[in-house]
Antibody
């Protein structure tokens, strides 16, 4: 059974850097075709795709956020880390960690973690 | 980026109704489309992948169709548990964009 759990701060000040960790189980990020990523959802709004990292370290970012994002993996710890710099109140959202296969849909979601950006 | 557009944005229906939600892509995405159901405060749940394939464990009341730029999600006989927001997502090219969602409400 695949599970993913997000962790990180619930409150971030404007201009600060957000670091979110996804800790997963039930699969290995060294297995060919596997990817882990992030999707976010501002309160009352639609889902927004953020970033992905694949087993071979291929990384994909939302073009609108790319300059602020870094995604990394630690296969030995079963973790993926997302950093987002220069946080703004518009970045307030629930951030979901997700599992994906190459050329596949997002098939498993974490429960999400809510991040508020406020001074 | 490929833009995904739902119609309608809100749909009011009754238990037992058959409903259809449409999702249009701004360019062809072949069949690389997924549908998700999301309930308040919960993570989305995958219903349909590759436009018409039912995810394991999902009720057969859900079905998907379409290819290219126009896709539909149909729920054959609405149950109380089906009232939620539905999203389409294309995974033909990065970024894997979502539609704005269709909220299915009880009439």
């Amino acid at each position: 059974q695949i599970t993913l759990k997000e962790s990180g701060p619930t409150l971030v000040r404007p201009t600060q850097t957000l670091t979110l960790t996804c800790t997963f189980s039930g699969f290995s990020l060294s297995t060919s075709g596997v990817g882990v990523g992030w999707i976010r959802q501002p309160p009352g709004k639609a889902l927004e795709w953020v970033a992905l990292i694949y087993w071979d370290d291929d990384k994909r970012y939302s073009p609108s956020l790319k300059s602020r994002l870094t995604i990394t993996k630690d296969t030995s710890k079963n973790q993926v880390v997302l950093t987002m710099t220069n946080m703004d109140p518009v970045d307030t959202a629930t951030y979901y960690c997700i599992h994906i296969y190459t050329f596949g849909p997002t098939d498993v979601w974490g429960k999400g973690t809510t991040v508020t950006v406020s001074s | 980026d490929i833009q995904m557009t739902h119609s309608p944005s809100t749909l009011s229906a009754s238990v037992g109704d058959r409903v259809t939600i449409t999702c249009r892509a701004s360019q062809s995405i072949s069949s690389w489309l997924a549908w998700y159901q999301q309930k308040p405060g919960k993570a989305p749940k995958l219903l349909i992948y590759k436009a018409s394939n039912l995810e394991s464990g999902v009720s057969s009341r859900f079905s998907g169709s379409g290819s290219g730029t126009e896709f539909t999600l149909t729920i054959s006989s609405l149950q109380p548990d089906d009232f939620a927001t539905y999203y389409c997502q294309q995974y033909n090219s990065y970024p894997y964009t979502f539609g704005q969602g269709t909220k299915l409400e009880i009439k």
